[in-house]
């Protein structure tokens, strides 16, 4: 049956600016943004006083579903990013099995459609030996390759490997970039005394520029669209300067709100791949971000149980909870007056929808998905991890009181989280990718100077 919903009186934010107005929708599309607030209408949202955003696209997310389901699953993080306002999660192969080929991904895919609450997409993860798979992939946002390992197994620093995957396969590819033989000689020479101080020197921004530049010069060669997954110092910015138009890149919050001095204070749960750098490097790739050098924040929401976590390093894992918190440590800085409404929108919605071609996501435009946050910009909170719907308890972020909090998130014109409540039974749905259109260069010019 047909439903209309009238979204009433909020603060809109629009591709091109931001503008008091009702948004109609009807059966999980955006039918109009300018609609008479006396519109006939199944169900009003009264929004006025509260802004309404696209919803987020996260586009790097590890769920932990199958095989480690004791850090997250598919209920859990989707709860946690539909909490978040999180509307669509792109999920990372590095689960146990890996997902790296079609029945694994066919699996995600039958998994999420029973119990994720916002929408998905899940990568396909490359090996030394899946090529032909690579090539066949279907229903797959992209390819995603280890250059460097991390968390699970997958690993493809063989030059040749690397190179068949560039030239035979179409897909496009987003990398982890930290080059592995440098942070093994870095290993060896800091011997076995370690503190996890020691986990910047062994990821030092040398292994970054070089697996990066390594990625670029792959993508350049094969003229193959290319995302370079979070960039963490600002050596890489001139490369990416440089880069193509098929090229593009992404920031995580982590590297945006933490450097190394922060190991004193928070430990291992800033212990993250690749590993935080100097505070200049924070301020800098701020400063890329501002200038369009890169075009996506995600979370790399790669959570771990507090006990694996308070192993001593570098026996504790990497990575860190962030999906349920990275719209409000974003709101809070446009309270604070770092960044705009609208370009907020545009790196955590519009820019990931655009560079993994999402069909309908990623702004609020008549004839988009009706993917919706509305945010309350006075309420004032605290992040505590007792307060999560993810299961880590480990956020670095925990005590610290943030202005501007999602208080309705709505997938597909249904609302699925509403004043700090799930709503029962909501179910998102999978993404559909047209790579065709060509990617985020070719559908905008970007914001920023
Ligand atoms: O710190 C990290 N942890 N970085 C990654 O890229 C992977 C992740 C994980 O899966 O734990």
């Known amino acids: 049956m047909s439903k209309t919903i009238l979204v009433r009186g909020g603060r809109v934010v629009l591709p091109n600016g931001e503008a008091q107005t009702n948004l109609l929708l009807r059966d999980g599309k955006i039918v109009a943004v300018d609609a008479s607030q006396r519109s006939a209408a199944d169900e ?43 509307t669509t999660y792109l999920e990372m192969p590095n689960t146990n099995p890996p997902a790296t080929d079609q029945a694994a991904i066919e699996w995600k895919y039958q998994r999420a459609a029973e119990v994720s609450q916002v929408n998905y997409g899940f990568y396909i993860g490359a090996t030394e030996s899946n090529v032909s798979e690579l090539a066949a992939a279907q229903n797959v946002p992209g390819i995603k390759i280890f250059i460097g390992s ?43 005394q370690l503190s996890v101080a020691d986990h910047s020197r062994i990821r030092d921004v040398e292994a970054a520029v070089v697996a990066t530049s390594r990625a670029l010069d792959l993508a350049r060669r094969h003229q193959h669209r290319f995302h ?30 933490f450097s190394t001095d922060d190991y004193a204070r928070l430990g291992t749960l800033v212990q993250m ?15 890329g971000l501002l200038s369009n050098r890169i075009q996506v924040i995600a979370t790399d929401h ?33 309270h604070q007056g770092k960044c705009s409404l609208e370009q907020l929108a545009h790196w955590m919605s519009d820019a990931p929808a655009r560079v993994w071609g999402l069909v309908g996501k990623g702004r609020i435009e008549v004839g988009y998905d009706a993917d919706l946050v509305l945010v309350d910009p006075t309420l004032s909170r605290t992040i505590t991890n ?7 308890r480990g956020s670095p972020w925990a005590g610290q009181a943030l202005t501007g909090w999602p208080v309705r998130t709505v997938v597909g014109g249904v609302t699925a989280f509403l004043n700090g409540r799930l709503v029962d039974g909501v179910r998102g749905s999978r993404v559909r990718c047209d790579h065709a259109r060509g990617g985020y260069w070719s559908t905008q010019s970007g914001i920023g100077t």
């Open 44 to 86: 009003v949202i009264e929004a006025e006083g509260l802004i309404v955003l696209p919803g987020v696209i996260d586009d790097q997310v590890h769920f932990r579903e199958p095989g480690l389901t004791h850090k997250e699953d598919l209920t859990t993080g989707s709860a946690a990013a539909a909490a978040g306002g999180v």
């Open 150 to 192: 991390s968390t699970g197994s997958l690993l493809v620093d063989d030059q040749l490997a690397l190179e068949r995957i560039f030239a035979e396969t179409t897909l496009p590819i987003c990398a982890h970039c930290e080059d592995e033989t440098l942070v093994r000689q870095n290993r060896t020479r800091l011997g076995d």
């Open 228 to 257: 370079v997954l979070h960039v963490s110092t600002a050596a890489e910015l001139p490369l990416l300067i440089d880069a193509a138009p098929y090229i593009t890149a992404e920031v995580c919050l982590h590297h945006l709100f």
């Open 273 to 287: 791949n690749p590993s935080l750098k100097s505070p200049r490097d924070t301020a800098l790739l701020w400063q």
């Open 302 to 334: 790669a959570p771990h149980t507090l006990e694996e976590k308070s192993r001593p390093y570098p026996q504790s894992p990497s990575g860190l909870p962030a999906v349920e918190n990275s719209l409000p440590l974003m709101l809070h800085q446009v």
């Open 386 to 392: 007792e307060s999560q719907f993810a299961k880590s």
